[in-house]
């Protein structure tokens, strides 16, 4: 700035006058400061008086915030224009450094830090800083004040722009100043950490452990003892708070002085970072951490080695004492908790490999099993006491790090458990069993069941039972959680983990039959086998299995497993379910003998169920609810449909068109009933595929399946008679007087209702006219379509019929059928029945079961003898008669009564004579050649009359 020497002259002049303490006028205002500063900027070589008045500013500053925040006042009008002052005083020492960094640098760092330091100590002993304040007290005190942040901002500045020998001196004489007032002025060492952190953390460690060597020269002590170091302290205060934001420079920090102790030309001081760091984690968690955690990543074989080197020729001093040593790091070790799994296992590792004495190897191995050995001995009286009493305190004091931090790696303890042969095999156990009692019964089953679900030979297994016992004697009840989890993972898992399923039940096989010998009367420990007992509802369900294997070692697993005596009805519902899909899915299997040898366990087990009439209906419905699913369908009948197996294609793009407007629309059509849809092929897969039809094998294989099926079905219908077993000759047995339940009857009735899937609201008794049927056209086409593709459910419709009077509970389906039968010999344009065989076979199952039902009459019960050698029209004629007789003679349940041998017969006086009884006798008249030699079969009364009123068969 251009002056000339009058207004130099004037400047000082004016600086002199107002410096200068005069009566009534106080040395340091705002007008001397200002004064101060534009001299300083137009004349920089007056530098020392004008700094010297500026730091009178400073202090004037700093001490009426101190006043301020001792008794709570308002901050003055002059004490704000004297922190302007200081901020124009940052300006001019901007303007200075950009002009000539090197030059004035070092004069404003060095001033900033005389006032700093000047601050720190002039102050550290009022009001507003007791001596109690901690580190981050005196960092938010310092951080309100306009004065020493004005300061601090300075230095920052002048730090930035320096090269790194300069910024290096600086922070060198910050740390200098700061032992110097330890710890009043740490603050400030934070407060440029923060600004240049990686510098500060660096300098911090070494001086601290420059410290900490001149005081463990000066007296020894053992290294078990926390040395209560003023300065030390204060740099481990520093260090903590810095580590929160930059805990990765001090890592980084940490591990290079911890490589720099390895050197071959290490310095004493040097050396003496082994201990340093041990003396650091133990003074606070962020430094085991760092220890634990990173600094074992960096120990190998070579560093071992180093180590054993250097104690042995013993280069590394203050570490002579080799227990206080493992004192001191099983104590660190306890309390870790992030890295304790990479030290167990580096001790695991090392101490397990014994080599030739003599060897640095040898001594690692010596010392690491030591130091497991010592770590055991100081946890387990520790684990022990709590299990005494279970309650964690508050303060934390009865938690163990250590187990803490080994909790999230017991899945590989327990691997590295079962396959280790040595030594470590004991350490491991006794780590595991110490884990598994401090976490409690929660994560001790979880062990037990990671060794049992991964235990391949008998020795594992053995490691089971081992560490059981050791758990058991803290938790008896512990076996009952572990199988309960096991149950689980072998009940609820994917198909494709089949071989996990396998692999656990052949373990439970293994236990049971050990537990089962002599050897295991000597083992004091809770069996395996009356625990699963009270899952054998769960493990039934495992019978069912896709995989024959897991039937059949289930199976086996039952031998030695008993029944509970007594099944509650939820338990009782899902075994009727199991065993009835268990004996549906043998009918699907090959293998005939197979099939025949396990169909004889499962009718075991369906009579031991069939003793409780409950489990006898439960059975029904499942049996036939079996009958109606898709992928039983060729078990029983060769006829078959438009399934979406035969629709399904390879790519998932290649959609059916129903499944593409699916897509395209937010919801789905829902219809009220069932639709009666055929279908002639799909787009884009061509026509529908043929009928199957079956082999003389098929053939053979689905008699078989039906008979044993009916004979499974009467075995649970039945009250007397059993039917034959599938090994004796399977003919149906269709004469045999079998005497069915009334109840179990009318639940396959309303069984059969829900199977066919009939849309109306009664089912009960009435019976429509003819002309309903053409209201019910869709309805009588799907329990047509039904009764075709499952042909056993005639059967099942016939045993109803032959229990009177349970068909009155689903006469809606008789006539269903009747309806429909009637609409196709209506509409037929032949004349021969036997063109349209099922038809006729369909009508002639209709009598019967009407005649068996006691729905009919004589002769309408008869007329099925004659229908293939009528007309079609005929047909019609007496099928309609059929419905109109029952319409005219509604059957109800009461007019019922039962009879000798428990058979019910229906007592109802029917009409002599009826319409339908004149048109069989018209249409037997007018085919007497054909039908001559059953006429009197059909009319016993008319075999001596001679005249017979005709019917017109027009009408």
């Not at 010297?52 to 003055?76: F, K, M, P, R, W």
């Not at 050791?470 to 994917?494: D, G, N, P």
């Not at 495992?542 to 059949?552: A, P, Q, S, Y």
């Not at 229990?803 to 008789?814: E, F, G, N, Y």
């Amino acid at each position: 700035m251009n002056v000339d020497d009058n207004d130099f002259l004037l400047s000082i002049k004016h600086f002199i006058r107002l410096s200068t303490p005069a009566h009534n006028r106080k040395p340091v205002t705002v007008e001397t400061g200002k004064c101060a500063v534009d001299l300083l900027r137009s004349l920089p070589s007056a530098r020392t008086a004008c700094l010297e008045h500026l730091g009178s500013v400073v202090n004037e500053c700093v001490n009426a915030y101190i006043l301020q925040v001792e008794t709570d006042n308002q901050v003055s009008q002059h004490t704000s224009k004297l922190d302007e002052v200081l901020v124009d005083l940052k300006e001019v020492f901007s303007e200075f450094v950009r002009a000539n960094a090197k030059s004035w640098n070092l004069i404003i760092s060095k001033w900033v830090i005389e006032q700093l330091l000047f601050i720190s100590r002039n102050y550290c002993n009022r009001k507003a800083v007791p001596p109690t304040a901690t580190l981050s007290d005196l960092i938010h005190l310092w951080t309100h004040c306009g004065a020493t942040l004005t300061l601090v901002d300075i230095l920052k500045d002048c730090l930035g722009v320096m090269d790194e020998r300069s910024n290096d001196s600086a922070i060198s004489s910050l740390i200098e100043s700061s032992v110097k007032c330890s710890p009043h002025f740490d603050w400030v060492l934070i407060l440029i950490g923060t600004h240049l952190p990686n510098p500060v953390i660096s300098k911090l460690l070494i001086t601290g452990l420059k410290d900490y060597f001149r005081q463990k020269s000066n007296q020894p002590t053992p290294l078990s003892d926390v040395d209560k170091i003023p300065v030390l302290n204060s740099i481990i205060a520093m260090l903590c708070h810095l580590a929160g934001q930059f805990k990765e420079g001090l890592r980084n920090s940490m591990i290079a002085l911890f490589k720099a102790s390895l050197a071959p030309k290490a310095t004493d001081q040097e050396l003496c970072a082994i201990p340093y760091l041990l003396h650091l984690a133990s003074s606070s968690q962020i430094f085991l951490d760092i220890v634990v955690t990173d600094l074992v990543d960096s120990v190998n074989d070579e560093v071992l080695g180093s180590l054993v080197s250097q104690f042995q020729t013993r280069r590394i001093p203050l570490m002579l004492d080799v227990n206080s040593f493992l004192g001191l790091s099983v104590h660190l070790l306890c309390r870790s908790s992030s890295g304790s799994y990479k030290v167990l296992n580096m001790l695991l590792k090392h101490g397990s490999c014994q080599g030739d004495s003599s060897s640095n190897q040898n001594i690692v191995a010596r010392v690491c099993s030591q130091l497991v050995e010592v770590l055991l001995m100081d946890i387990q009286p520790n684990v022990h006491r709590l299990l005494c009493g279970r309650n964690i305190s508050a303060d934390g004091s009865n938690i163990i790090p250590f187990l803490d931090g080994v909790k999230k790696h017991k899945t590989e303890l327990c691997e590295q458990y079962m396959n280790a042969t040595d030594e470590r095999m004991t350490w491991l156990e006794r780590i595991i069993s110490l884990l598994g009692l401090y976490e409690g019964e929660t994560v001790a089953s979880d062990i037990l069941v990671h060794i049992f679900t991964h235990a391949e030979t008998e020795q594992q297994l053995a490691q089971f039972i081992n560490m059981q016992q050791r758990f058991e004697q803290y938790m008896v009840s512990l076996i009952h959680e572990t199988v309960k989890k096991l149950v689980a993972m072998v009940t609820v898992t994917s198909s494709n983990a089949q071989s996990r399923v396998k692999f656990i039940l052949n373990n439970f096989v293994r236990i049971c039959r050990w537990e089962a010998s002599d050897d295991a009367k000597d083992v004091i420990r809770c069996t395996i086998s009356p625990v699963l007992r009270n899952y054998t509802n769960d493990l039934v369900s495992l019978i069912t299995n896709e995989d024959r294997d897991v039937c059949d070692i289930t199976i086996n697993l039952f031998m030695y497993v008993s029944w509970p005596e007594h099944t509650r009805p939820v338990i009782a519902l899902k075994l009727c379910q199991i065993i009835i899909n268990y004996f549906i899915t043998l009918l699907h299997v090959e293998d005939l003998e197979y099939v025949k040898r396990q169909v004889g366990k499962c009718n075991s087990l369906v009579d031991r169920l069939c003793t409780v009439q409950a489990h006898r209906i439960i059975l029904i419905k499942y049996l036939m609810l079996s009958l109606t699913k898709e992928c039983n369908r060729n078990l029983f009948s060769s006829s078959s449909s438009l399934s979406k197996s035969q629709i399904s294609t390879d790519s998932h793009d290649n959609k059916c068109l129903l499944d593409q407007n699916y897509c395209k629309s937010a919801f789905h059509s829902v219809v009220s009933a069932k639709t009666a849809i055929f279908h002639a092929g799909v787009i884009g897969k061509g026509v529908r595929a043929a009928a199957f039809t079956a082999s003389q094998h098929d053939k053979e294989r689905m008699k078989f399946n039906t008979q044993t099926f009916l004979n499974i079905l009467y075995r649970c219908a039945s009250s007397e008679v059993v039917p034959p077993k599938p090994d004796e000759p399977q003919d149906c047995p269709q004469d045999t007087a079998i005497i069915i339940h009334t109840p179990i009857a009318m639940v396959m009735a309303t069984t059969l209702i829900e199977l066919v899937g009939i849309d109306t609201s009664y089912v009960g008794v009435i019976w429509p006219d003819v002309e309903y049927r053409q209201w019910t056209m869709e309805r009588d086409l799907q329990v047509k379509r039904m009764f075709s593709e499952y042909p056993l459910l005639w059967d099942c419709l016939q045993m109803i019929a032959d229990s009177r009077p349970a068909l009155c509970h689903c006469s809606v389906i008789v006539y269903c059928l009747l309806g429909n039968i009637l609409s196709y010999w209506e509409t037929t344009r032949t004349d021969d029945p036997t063109l349209s065989p099922s038809q006729l076979l369909v009508s002639c199952r209709i009598i019967t079961i009407l005649t068996a039902a006691e729905f009919i009459t004589a002769p309408l019960t008869l007329v099925g003898e004659i229908l293939p050698m009528l007309t079609c029209y005929n047909i019609f004629t007496l099928l309609s008669a059929v419905w109109k007789f029952i319409k005219e003679n509604l059957p109800h349940p009461e007019q019922f009564v039962a009879g000798e041998g428990g058979q019910a017969h229906r007592q109802y006086n029917f009409p002599r004579q009826y319409e339908g009884k004149y048109l069989v006798d018209t249409i037997l008249q007018r085919n007497i050649e054909k039908f001559g030699n059953v006429y009197t079969k059909f009319f016993p009364e008319n075999q001596h009359c001679n005249t017979v009123e005709m019917v017109d068969l027009t009408d």
